[in-house]
């Protein structure tokens, strides 16, 4: 007699090999979401800290004299047009405030700028 199908021991054996495959990679997937997340991140910090400078391209006479710092916002860099107003933090997924801090230092010879988190 001819039987179409599989037995319940290949069955259990099927489910328990995906049980395992699962169990290796849902901590690989989640890892990796949240390095993406991670490296996103990183990168609209470096978004910001680029329009700060480009703000202090076009707005040199408000840049600080040397050894001393300014202090502008991300939303001065909105209302100037450097930022989009959606540039979203990946991490909450919601929009950096307008108060997050750009800290703008004079090293004599070069200026350095710095996302104040």
């Given at each position: 007699m001819k039987k179409n199908g599989f037995t319940l021991a290949e069955l259990l054996g099927v489910i328990t090999i995906l049980s395992l495959i699962l169990l290796i990679a849902i901590p690989t997937i989640d890892r990796m979401l949240k390095e993406g997340k991670t490296d996103l991140y990183t990168s609209q910090i470096k978004s910001i800290e680029a329009a700060a400078k480009m703000w202090g391209t076009d707005h040199v006479n408000e840049l600080p004299d040397a050894n001393e710092t300014k202090i502008i916002t991300l939303s001065r860099l909105w209302q100037d047009g450097y930022v989009d107003e959606n540039i979203k933090n990946p991490?909450?997924?919601k929009p950096f405030s307008g108060?997050?801090?750009i800290?703008?230092?004079?090293?004599?010879?070069?200026?350095n700028y710095e996302v104040i988190e």
């Open positions: 991490q909450t997924d108060s997050l801090e800290k703008i230092t004079n090293h004599g010879t070069y200026y």
